[in-house]
C-alpha cells in the first residue's frame, strides 16, 4: 500500500480556483467579482453591469470560470428563465446562471468567447428581464 493521494478528475469544474477576487463596497451594497481568468475579471470590473444591477442594498456575486476543454461551438444563443433562475447558453459550450433571489451570477465560459462579448451582450441579456 503507498501514501500517494489518488486524484479523480473533476469533471464538473466544481474545484476550480479563482484568483481574480475583486470586490467593491458602497455603503451596505457589495459587489464581488471571481474568476479564473485576469481577463474576465477585469472585463466585468471595468464595466457596468454589476453596478447598474446591484440596486439599493443588495449584495451580488459574479463568479465566472474560462473552461479552456468546453466545446467550441458559439452557433446559438438561448435563454431559459423562470421565476427565480435565468440560464443563458451559447451553442454548447458556455452556460451563464443568473439566481435573482440569491442575486449571483454563475457561468462557465468557452475559450473562444471574447470578453467584449460576454461584457456588451451575453451578461447584459442574461440580467434584462
Known sequence: MTNELCWHPDLFRRFVPTPYVF???DGPKRT?????DLEIAL???RS???QRQANGSVDLLCKLIRDVNAPV???EISIVSDEALRVLYVGRGTILNYDQEKLEILGFISRDV???K????????????
Open 32 to 36: 464581488r467579482v471571481e474568476s479564473n
Open 114 to 116: 471574447e470578453v467584449q
Open 43 to 45: 472585463g466585468i470590473r
Open 23 to 25: 470586490s467593491e463596497c
Open 118 to 129: 460576454l461584457v456588451l451582450a451575453l451578461i447584459p441579456a442574461l440580467l434584462d428581464p
Open 48 to 50: 457596468d453591469i454589476l
Open 73 to 75: 461551438d458559439d452557433s
